[in-house]
């Protein structure tokens, strides 16, 4: 099978290690035992610019997720790491310090520095960085354009926007968010192979990543959430019974009003774009117009529980692909 996911970071990250075991498509293994392929498209709206490194957190935590690099325990960063660079540039006095810039991470952030002040656009960067990491699916960036999310707070000063990294890091997502936004969404275009991939797709999988600034982000790049809306998708709750599994992603909800439950994240999603849903059991009563709801375990506890909750989202397209094809 053919199976694009639109992914941003941990909760992606994580789901992505069971679907890849699920399809068998893990390139690092000898004999490429399937012609399944997974194609992800990562967030860029958490890409920041920092002491004059182009930094990709979503694309980088699915490459060393999948790569075996990652930070296990934080989920984003590399293992073994160290902040020597880090220490030093505070030395100096150089802001921010609020960002975790580790020793190892930062080679990648050279590298990519150096491709795209080379003219290379994102995607050959990924790809160059991908030929490290082996991550066993194909990682595009949604698009090669600069997309940022920001986010519009009132901190006592007045409205200011504050770059995503900032809130998320140094704020903890604790300043109430007004707004949103991604800076450049409007005139970015889907990264290439992006639409291709879509299109080729025998479904779409929305992991458990933030529905806002992560799935969200993807599907306000022009072009993708039409592409994708016209095959068949399978999302995979990242709420589970009223709260998010990891990180804040309720205080992203709370920014766009919308409730932080498994329900009105599959209705903010859309029924145009969302056939099915996967809920924990603690959200069994989730009834959606137009979106077909199944529950089961949903916390990614161990390889063995997110390769089912992998499974789970495979078979319910397939399911109700075929259930399309009847309808005609
Ligand atoms: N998250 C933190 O909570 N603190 C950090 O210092 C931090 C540094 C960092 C460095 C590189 C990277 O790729 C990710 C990093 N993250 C950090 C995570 C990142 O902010 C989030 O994972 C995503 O942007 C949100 O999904």
């Known amino acids: 099978m053919r199976i694009v996911v639109p992914a941003g970071g941990i909760g992606g990250a994580r789901f992505l290690q069971g679907l890849r075991a699920v399809l068998g498509t893990d390139a690092a293994a000898e004999e490429q035992t399937t012609d ?19 930094i990709c957190p979503d694309l980088d935590t699915v490459m060393y997720t999948l790569g075996g690099g990652i930070n296990e ?21 150089m802001k921010p310090t609020w960002f975790g810039l580790g020793d190892r991470d ?37 698009t090669d354009d600069q997309v940022e999310t920001h986010v519009v707070v009132d901190d006592g000063g007045g409205r200011r926007a504050i770059h995503f990294q900032e809130w998320w890091i140094k704020h903890r ?47 306000g790049v022009p072009g ?15 709420i589970i019974g009223g709260a998010p599994v990891r990180g804040m992603a309720d205080a992203c909800l709370r920014a766009i009003g919308v409730e932080t439950s498994a329900g ?10 969302l056939d099915g849903w996967l809920v924990d059991e603690a959200d069994a009563d989730t009834d959606v117009e137009g979106i077909e709801v199944r529950s089961r375990p949903l916390y990614m506890s161990d390889p063995a529980a997110t390769e089912a909750i992998a ?18």
């Open 264 to 273: 009105a994240v599959a209705a903010h999603l859309g029924s145009d774009l």
């Open 224 to 238: 993708i959430r039409e592409a994708m809306a016209a095959k068949t998708v399978v999302g995979v709750s990242p």
């Open 106 to 142: 930062t080679a990648t952030h050279i590298v990519r520095a150096q491709m795209l002040a080379a003219g290379y656009p994102l995607s050959t960067v990924t790809e160059a960085l991908c030929d490290r990491w082996r991550p066993g699916v194909r990682l595009l960036p949604m």
């Open 73 to 93: 325990e934080q989920g984003w960063g590399r293992a073994d790491e160290t902040f020597t660079v880090k220490e030093e540039l505070a030395a100096y006095g």
């Open 311 to 328: 499974r789970a989202a495979l078979d319910l397209a397939v399911e109700l692909a075929e259930k399309g094809e009847e309808r005609g």
């Open 173 to 219: 997502a604790a300043l109430p968010a007004e707004q949103i936004v991604g800076v450049g969404a409007e005139d970015a275009k889907p990264a290439p192979g992006v639409l291709a991939a879509i299109a080729e797709a025998d479904a779409v999988i929305l992991p458990p990543s933030n529905p806002v600034v992560s799935v969200g982000s993807v599907l």
């Open 36 to 54: 399944s392929s997974i194609t992800v498209i990562g967030n860029t709206g958490d890409d920041i610019t920092l002491f004059g490194l182009r």
